[in-house]
């Protein structure tokens, strides 16, 4: 099919075997690529048995994805997926970055990991030369020798293998850090220091795996476009859009540190305590004056450059060097903590990169402790000596690195908010999940919906496929603009939706024909084929397992805390309504056709053609979650 | 002297270069019709991220690659001063390669011959698509009597130096 490299490399760890995978068309229309086709080929592979898949275990399969518009919608990024170790069903997690690029390149749509490697291992890609190279030496090194490392040897050995070429550059990358290493739960999959797929916790699946980095130089052109004169006249509209942009350009996500918690209320604050703050001391030009010393960065083809690169080169933080940060970790790794001082958000950021943690998902752990340590829960005691009050960002820092070596209390933290909670509660005979700001296992993204200000609604966490993920929301009409139903397309194609913003929702499906060939529609789009990688994301959401499962009946819910009333601000007194919630809930349930309990029905499933799901979800019905 | 006049060179600053890789993409689609990072003649190295290095031909006065070529594959353009590859001519022996003094040109991915910046024929794409931007990486400037040549460093070079820059003097120890 145009468009698409036209094979995806499978690579066995346990067998150390390689081959090739083929996909119909049929397949590829369906389901396009990235998360789409992620949550096809773990349903094929993994889904008559999916609860007793352990996600840390060799029996997942981890995947690395491009889309039709890897490399030509302005904005390239990489969809990783596979079973989560946090939400146990699946998760289509995007990095930014050239890797996607070079894949395709190299004439790969993707790369299928199974099995488990017994040491470490990297996998060179060059073309069709595939790889399984020893990670010993890279093993248990941070993101920035990690890179630096394998970036040597592999231009070394194209050299040596290549000599006639010249100068290469470097191959694309895609690594872990101590804490995928280590199996947190809170790992990432990391490119270029900064960069991560972050939800799902995929870091420690590659960890669990032995696999340390996957390293790729493609040679080849990008696969053939149907109509490249379309592409280019598309990718015109949109980056003439994107260009005009200016404040958006240049300040990226980082102004909202301070405007999403000033102006709309909905901001994590000590563990989302409080959603407001306006601290003029955090505000985006103290970012960008005292260290930013790249202040337009981006990734293959992309308009806008919403990255800075933030340095700081003197003080006690010195050395320390994360990009912006963006609004996501200003919040989670700086107001969520307390901590309202520019230089100790980039220095926790620094450190949450080079670890390879998700600084979302970790900031929210964090968030969750220190509040414990507020209440008197936790003590010094427990904390092996660290007092976590709000702001100590030493504190923080050293909470940081256990997580990461899973030392000490780092271990039970080391699971996540939910299981940790779990656990704490069990051994504090406390209630400390209403503390828990998470759904299904995934900690809420930093935009808050009690003030009702910012663009997720009552059920946009709760009814979520992916849990806490505020990049892929519930929401009403499912066509609406932040609905996950029209998000799946961004992540099956596989381009970075930024570069949407202002933009006619029609460019992406014109785009699509372009290079595809194929006529699309967002109508077509929503309500069959974005339904039905919902529904398969939705069976194995409710299937989970091993350790834990989901029941809508009390996990389709906000976390306790968003229906406490805001404490501050100019939304103070604001809340969730439950009973409005719970209504919306039943409403959004019969938009996409899943029963009271929040089961899809047998006949949505199969007009999709989604009889095998019918069948394995009966097991589900049967039992009709009578625990609640 | 007129004919000189007339003549253009890139200014390149790659302390600016956002690593969009725009150039790349402009470069393979006019000369190869195809998105092709690898056979584009100007390519974005990036080391170390954060620091993005385009990297491409800079018009030495006395064109060592022209000089070092034993097939006579290269000329330069008598109308943009840029270096001309004839592609039946190439043996890719990469003689120009080692007489860079910044190892700029590379083989085609694909094919067997030299791959240098031609200059477009006179109006470079590249430099389009990162004005377009805004991001001012490259910009087209007339060519004067300087000594264009200290700009062919090799891709390590510039990283250490910009890495240095950016991130301190450990910067180096990064590439």
């Given at each position: 099919m145009l468009g698409y490299a036209g094979k995806l490399l499978e690579v066995n760890l346990s067998s150390r075997k390689v081959k090739d995978v083929k996909l119909g068309d049929e397949i590829l229309k369906e389901y396009v690529g990235g998360r789409g086709l992620a949550v096809k080929i773990l349903w094929d592979r993994l889904g008559d048995h999916w609860e007793t898949v352990n996600p840390l275990g060799s029996e997942n399969v981890l995947l690395f994805l491009t889309g039709p518009l890897t490399g030509f919608f302005p904005g390239a990024r990489t969809c990783v997926s596979g079973k989560s170790p946090q939400s146990n069903g699946v998760v289509g997690s995007t990095v930014a970055g050239e890797f996607g690029v070079e894949l395709r390149c190299a004439g790969y749509d993707g790369i299928i990991v199974t099995g488990k490697a017994e040491k470490p291992v990297y996998l060179f890609v060059k073309d069709s030369d595939v790889e399984i190279r020893s990670a010993a030496h890279v093993w248990g090194k941070d993101a920035k020798q990690t890179m630096t490392l394998l970036t040597r040897e592999c231009r070394g050995l194209l050299k040596k293998r290549f000599p006639r070429y010249g100068e290469w550059k470097e191959p694309a990358m895609l690594y872990i850090g101590p804490a995928g290493e280590n199996l947190v739960r809170t790992a990432v999959v990391a490119a270029k220091w900064t960069h991560a797929a972050g939800y799902g916790g995929y870091g420690a699946v590659m960890g669990s795996k032995k696999l340390k980095a996957v390293v790729v130089k493609g040679t080849g052109p990008l696969p053939e476009a149907a109509d490249m004169e379309k592409v280019k006249q598309l990718t015109q509209v949109v980056c003439d859009k994107i260009y005009k942009n200016e404040l958006w350009r240049r300040w990226g996500t980082a102004s909202a540190g301070y405007e999403v918690g000033a102006k709309t209320s909905s901001e994590p604050v000590r563990n989302w305590q409080?959603?407001?703050?306006?601290?003029?001391?955090?505000?985006v030009d103290k970012f960008e004056n005292r260290f930013w010393v790249k202040h337009y960065w981006g990734d293959f083809g992309c308009p806008t450059t919403c990255l800075k690169i933030a340095v700081i080169k003197n003080g006690r933080f010195k050395g320390a060097i994360t990009d912006n940060p963006d609004y996501e970790l200003q919040a989670y790794l700086g107001t969520n903590l307390g901590i309202f001082t520019p230089e100790e958000n980039v220095f926790l950021a620094s450190l949450i990169d080079d670890l390879g943690l998700c600084g979302i998902q970790t900031g929210n752990t964090l968030g969750f402790v220190a509040e414990l340590f507020q209440r008197g829960i936790l003590t010094r005691e427990d904390l092996d000596g660290l007092e976590p009050e709000w702001g100590n960002i030493e504190a923080f820092a050293a909470l940081t690195k256990k997580i990461a070596f899973r030392e000490g209390i780092g271990d039970l933290l080391a699971e996540g908010t939910y299981r940790a909670a779990l656990k704490i509660g069990e051994r504090?005979?406390?209630?400390v999940l209403r503390y828990a700001v998470q759904c299904k296992g995934i900690g809420v993204g930093a935009h808050g919906i009690r003030s009702g200000k910012d663009y997720p609604i009552n059920i946009s966490y709760a009814c979520s496929v992916q849990g806490g993920d505020h990049t892929s929301v519930a929401c009403?009409?499912?066509?609406?603009?932040?609905s996950e139903l029209v998000m799946i397309f961004n992540d099956s194609a596989v381009y970075c939706y930024f570069n949407t913003f202002g933009i006619p929702r029609d460019i992406k499906f014109e785009f699509y024909k372009a290079v595809t060939g194929v006529n699309l529609t967002e109508e077509e789009w929503v309500n069959t084929k974005a339904l039905r990688i919902l529904q398969l994301q939705r069976a194995m959401l409710l299937l989970g397992g091993p350790d834990l499962r989901w029941n809508p009946k009390i996990h389709d819910d906000n976390p306790s805390?968003?229906?406490?009333?805001?404490?501050?601000?100019?939304?103070?007194?604001?809340?969730?309504d439950k009973t409005k919630f719970e209504k919306d809930k039943k409403r959004y349930y019969e938009a996409v056709g899943w029963d009271e309990n929040g089961v899809p029905r047998s006949e949505t499933l199969k007009k999709l053609g989604l009889d095998d799901v019918d069948k394995a979800l009966e097991k589900i019905r049967q039992v009709n979650f009578s625990l609640s | 002297m007129t004919a000189r006049k007339k003549r253009i060179w890139i200014a390149r600053d790659p302390s600016k270069c956002s690593g969009c890789r725009k150039c790349e993409i402009a470069c393979s689609l006019f000369?190869?019709?195809?998105?092709?990072p690898e056979a584009s003649r100007i390519r974005v190295f990036m080391l170390v991220p954060g620091v993005e290095v385009p990297h491409f031909c800079v018009q030495c006065e006395d064109y060592p690659c022209v000089e070092a070529c034993p097939v006579n594959a290269l000329s330069v353009s008598s109308e943009t001063g840029a270096v001309l590859v004839d592609e039946g001519k190439?043996?890719?022996?990469?003689m120009c390669i080692k007489a860079c003094p910044g190892k700029i040109p590379h083989l085609h991915p694909t094919k067997n011959y030299i791959l240098i910046c031609d200059l477009c024929g006179g109006d470079p794409q590249c430099v389009k698509a990162c004005q377009e931007g805004g991001w001012n990486a490259l910009k087209i400037v007339s060519r004067k009597d300087y000594a264009y040549e200290v700009y062919a460093r090799t891709p390590e070079e510039i990283t250490k130096d910009l890495a240095v820059k950016f991130y301190g003097e450990k910067g180096k120890e990064l590439v």
């Amino acid at each position: 099919m145009l468009g698409y490299a036209g094979k995806l490399l499978e690579v066995n760890l346990s067998s150390r075997k390689v081959k090739d995978v083929k996909l119909g068309d049929e397949i590829l229309k369906e389901y396009v690529g990235g998360r789409g086709l992620a949550v096809k080929i773990l349903w094929d592979r993994l889904g008559d048995h999916w609860e007793t898949v352990n996600p840390l275990g060799s029996e997942n399969v981890l995947l690395f994805l491009t889309g039709p518009l890897t490399g030509f919608f302005p904005g390239a990024r990489t969809c990783v997926s596979g079973k989560s170790p946090q939400s146990n069903g699946v998760v289509g997690s995007t990095v930014a970055g050239e890797f996607g690029v070079e894949l395709r390149c190299a004439g790969y749509d993707g790369i299928i990991v199974t099995g488990k490697a017994e040491k470490p291992v990297y996998l060179f890609v060059k073309d069709s030369d595939v790889e399984i190279r020893s990670a010993a030496h890279v093993w248990g090194k941070d993101a920035k020798q990690t890179m630096t490392l394998l970036t040597r040897e592999c231009r070394g050995l194209l050299k040596k293998r290549f000599p006639r070429y010249g100068e290469w550059k470097e191959p694309a990358m895609l690594y872990i850090g101590p804490a995928g290493e280590n199996l947190v739960r809170t790992a990432v999959v990391a490119a270029k220091w900064t960069h991560a797929a972050g939800y799902g916790g995929y870091g420690a699946v590659m960890g669990s795996k032995k696999l340390k980095a996957v390293v790729v130089k493609g040679t080849g052109p990008l696969p053939e476009a149907a109509d490249m004169e379309k592409v280019k006249q598309l990718t015109q509209v949109v980056c003439d859009k994107i260009y005009k942009n200016e404040l958006w350009r240049r300040w990226g996500t980082a102004s909202a540190g301070y405007e999403v918690g000033a102006k709309t209320s909905s901001e994590p604050v000590r563990n989302w305590q409080e959603e407001w703050h306006n601290r003029k001391s955090y505000t985006v030009d103290k970012f960008e004056n005292r260290f930013w010393v790249k202040h337009y960065w981006g990734d293959f083809g992309c308009p806008t450059t919403c990255l800075k690169i933030a340095v700081i080169k003197n003080g006690r933080f010195k050395g320390a060097i994360t990009d912006n940060p963006d609004y996501e970790l200003q919040a989670y790794l700086g107001t969520n903590l307390g901590i309202f001082t520019p230089e100790e958000n980039v220095f926790l950021a620094s450190l949450i990169d080079d670890l390879g943690l998700c600084g979302i998902q970790t900031g929210n752990t964090l968030g969750f402790v220190a509040e414990l340590f507020q209440r008197g829960i936790l003590t010094r005691e427990d904390l092996d000596g660290l007092e976590p009050e709000w702001g100590n960002i030493e504190a923080f820092a050293a909470l940081t690195k256990k997580i990461a070596f899973r030392e000490g209390i780092g271990d039970l933290l080391a699971e996540g908010t939910y299981r940790a909670a779990l656990k704490i509660g069990e051994r504090k005979k406390v209630d400390v999940l209403r503390y828990a700001v998470q759904c299904k296992g995934i900690g809420v993204g930093a935009h808050g919906i009690r003030s009702g200000k910012d663009y997720p609604i009552n059920i946009s966490y709760a009814c979520s496929v992916q849990g806490g993920d505020h990049t892929s929301v519930a929401c009403f009409p499912l066509d609406d603009f932040r609905s996950e139903l029209v998000m799946i397309f961004n992540d099956s194609a596989v381009y970075c939706y930024f570069n949407t913003f202002g933009i006619p929702r029609d460019i992406k499906f014109e785009f699509y024909k372009a290079v595809t060939g194929v006529n699309l529609t967002e109508e077509e789009w929503v309500n069959t084929k974005a339904l039905r990688i919902l529904q398969l994301q939705r069976a194995m959401l409710l299937l989970g397992g091993p350790d834990l499962r989901w029941n809508p009946k009390i996990h389709d819910d906000n976390p306790s805390r968003f229906y406490e009333p805001l404490p501050s601000g100019p939304y103070k007194g604001k809340t969730v309504d439950k009973t409005k919630f719970e209504k919306d809930k039943k409403r959004y349930y019969e938009a996409v056709g899943w029963d009271e309990n929040g089961v899809p029905r047998s006949e949505t499933l199969k007009k999709l053609g989604l009889d095998d799901v019918d069948k394995a979800l009966e097991k589900i019905r049967q039992v009709n979650f009578s625990l609640s | 002297m007129t004919a000189r006049k007339k003549r253009i060179w890139i200014a390149r600053d790659p302390s600016k270069c956002s690593g969009c890789r725009k150039c790349e993409i402009a470069c393979s689609l006019f000369h190869e019709k195809r998105v092709w990072p690898e056979a584009s003649r100007i390519r974005v190295f990036m080391l170390v991220p954060g620091v993005e290095v385009p990297h491409f031909c800079v018009q030495c006065e006395d064109y060592p690659c022209v000089e070092a070529c034993p097939v006579n594959a290269l000329s330069v353009s008598s109308e943009t001063g840029a270096v001309l590859v004839d592609e039946g001519k190439c043996t890719g022996c990469g003689m120009c390669i080692k007489a860079c003094p910044g190892k700029i040109p590379h083989l085609h991915p694909t094919k067997n011959y030299i791959l240098i910046c031609d200059l477009c024929g006179g109006d470079p794409q590249c430099v389009k698509a990162c004005q377009e931007g805004g991001w001012n990486a490259l910009k087209i400037v007339s060519r004067k009597d300087y000594a264009y040549e200290v700009y062919a460093r090799t891709p390590e070079e510039i990283t250490k130096d910009l890495a240095v820059k950016f991130y301190g003097e450990k910067g180096k120890e990064l590439v």
